[in-house]
């Protein structure tokens, strides 16, 4: 399994191509591109579908991923009575966004945010990401790196202006577009979101 956000941001991609095609019989790799249509972000699901009808006994697992992933699998690996042995991995977590060097044109705000059973509505302060906010007022949110690379929080803007910091570069979200909340202020004080 291996996840990015598109096929031309795949590091080795090709020679991953070329160890596939030539050792097809114990080698299958699975892309999941999160800005690709009718792809996505590895799930808890998508671990399980892999290891379906695998040999767990003799199964060798590799994880290179930002923690909150690769706890994610270890989880799904204990569940299955994966040998512990057999789990190998490398976490890592990316430098946090020094956001005060940036004037960041954002808003104190209501956001209602919108999961897969339950509507929340929280106050949200202009200083603030809003997946800090999510997660002070106990909403259930999925992150990881809270700094834009693992994606894990993205989310569907339905309605309202937000503002992200993309490296030391600003850029405005509007209705409809996919935000990542760990980089992302209110930019108008009524802000609808769901997940992505």
């Known amino acids: 399994m291996y996840a990015a956000r598109t096929p031309e941001e795949t590091i080795f991609k090709g020679a991953i191509d070329r160890l596939q095609k030539n050792h097809a019989d114990y080698l299958t790799v699975d892309y999941y591109f999160s800005e690709i249509k009718n792809s996505s972000r590895i799930d808890k699901k998508d671990i399980e579908d892999v290891l379906r009808g695998k040999d767990l006994q ?54 209602y945010f919108q999961d897969e059973s339950k509507n929340y509505e ?27 690379d ?24 509007k209705t409809g577009d996919v935000i990542l909340p760990c980089v992302s202020y209110a930019a108008s004080e009524k802000i609808e979101l769901a997940k992505a």
């Open 58 to 111: 003799n199964t060798l697992v590799y994880v290179c991923a930002p923690e909150g992933i690769v706890t994610m699998v270890w989880s799904v690996l204990q569940s299955v009575n994966l040998n512990p042995e057999h789990f190998k991995y490398e976490s890592f977590t990316t430098s946090a966004l020094n956001i005060h060097k940036v004037n960041i044109p954002s808003k104190d705000a209501t956001v």
């Open 122 to 148: 929280i106050q949200v302060k202009k200083d603030n990401t809003l997946l800090d906010e999510l997660i002070d007022k106990n909403v259930p949110i999925d992150y990881s790196c809270k700094s834009g």
């Open 150 to 173: 693992c994606e894990m929080c993205s989310c569907k803007i339905k309605q309202g202006e937000i503002v992200s910091l993309d490296g030391k570069n600003l850029k405005k979200y």
